[in-house]
Every structure is written in structure tokens, then in C-alpha cells.
């Protein structure tokens, strides 16, 4: 991506360049061009020039944010669980992870469900209603807590939550 760059930048000077010395060679065989006309020339093609460079820069910008955009990654989980005697709670999440960390999460799967499982129970028994701002801060810690420090989960995203008589 870089060398791409410097070579769209090599290209962008040594066009200016070829572009400055020919204007010079038809104004030095042109005798009767005033110095006003030369320069306001110069400055359209130094301002083409400039053109030609924001926009090679904009277009990588814009491809480096596309390939950012591209590497977010969700591991799903879905459990059921029970709540005391009569309380069911089901719960889908997805969890924002790197994609070098996707197949780690996935073989912990039976982990993350437990834990979550475990959150939930907490979160329910200690308030009837909890704020799901509140369940969501729960899982993202309980999750991050049991899992080792290089598959770190960045985000939980609660897809569906219904609790409800079993």
C-alpha cells in the first residue's frame, strides 16, 4: 500500500516536472507570451498537479478505512437458562471480536455459554428488571474476565433477551 503511494507520488512530480519544462520550452520558442500569461499557465498546472495528489490521497485513505471496516468480526452465542425455580431467560448474543481471535472464541464456546449463563443469573436474581445497559455491562465484563488476555472480546451486542415464566 505504501509503495503504491510513493509511486503515485513519483509519478504526480515527475509529471509536474515534464509539465513545468515543457511550458518553459513553448514559451521560450513563443516570443511574444508576457510574463502574466506564463504564470497564470504555471499555476493551472501546479493546481492540476495538486489536484491529481489530493485525490490519489483521498482514494488510499478511503481504501485503508473499507479494509478497517472489513475486520470486525461476531462470534455468536445463544443460551437458555433457568432462574431460580420458574424463570426462563434466553439470550443471543454476538461478540465484536479480531479475526485472529474468532477460532479461539469458537472453541470456547461451551465456556462463553456458561458464563453468560452465569451473568445472567446474577443480573436477574439481584434486580428483578435490570436496564439492559446494565446486562450488557455485565456480560462484557464476566466474558472478558474468564477468557485470557489475548482473546479479549472489544463489544457485546445483546440480539435478543426474552425472560419470561418457564
Known amino acids: 500500500m505504501i509503495a503504491l503511494q510513493s509511486k503515485f507520488w513519483i509519478f504526480a ?5 515534464a509539465l513545468s519544462k515543457s511550458a518553459q520550452f ?16 504555471r ?8 489536484g491529481l495528489i489530493c485525490a490519489g490521497a483521498i482514494y488510499f485513505y478511503m481504501d485503508s478505512q473499507e479494509s478497517e471496516a472489513d475486520e470486525e468480526v461476531y462470534v455468536s452465542v445463544k443460551v437458555t437458562t433457568t432462574i431460580g425455580l420458574d424463570q426462563l431467560v ?20 461451551k465456556m462463553l455459554e456458561a458464563v453468560v449463563s452465569s451473568s445472567l443469573s446474577d443480573s436477574y436474581q439481584q434486580d428483578k428488571a435490570p436496564r439492559l445497559a446494565d446486562v450488557r455491562d455485565a ?5 472478558n474476565r474468564k477468557l485470557p488476555r489475548k ?3 472489544q463489544d457485546v451486542l445483546i440480539q ?3 425472560v419470561g415464566i418457564g
Do not use: T
Open 13 to 17: 512530480m515527475n509529471s509536474s516536472v
Open 26 to 41: 513553448k514559451r521560450s520558442s513563443a516570443g511574444e507570451r508576457n510574463e502574466d500569461q506564463s504564470w497564470v499557465h
Open 43 to 50: 499555476f493551472w498546472m501546479l493546481l492540476g498537479a495538486f
Open 90 to 109: 434466553v439470550c443471543k448474543l454476538s461478540l465484536l471480536v479480531d479475526p485472529v481471535q474468532e477460532k479461539g472464541l469458537q472453541k470456547r464456546q
Open 139 to 143: 456480560l462484557y465484563v464476566a466474558i
Open 151 to 153: 482473546l479479549q472480546i
Open 160 to 162: 435478543e433477551l426474552l
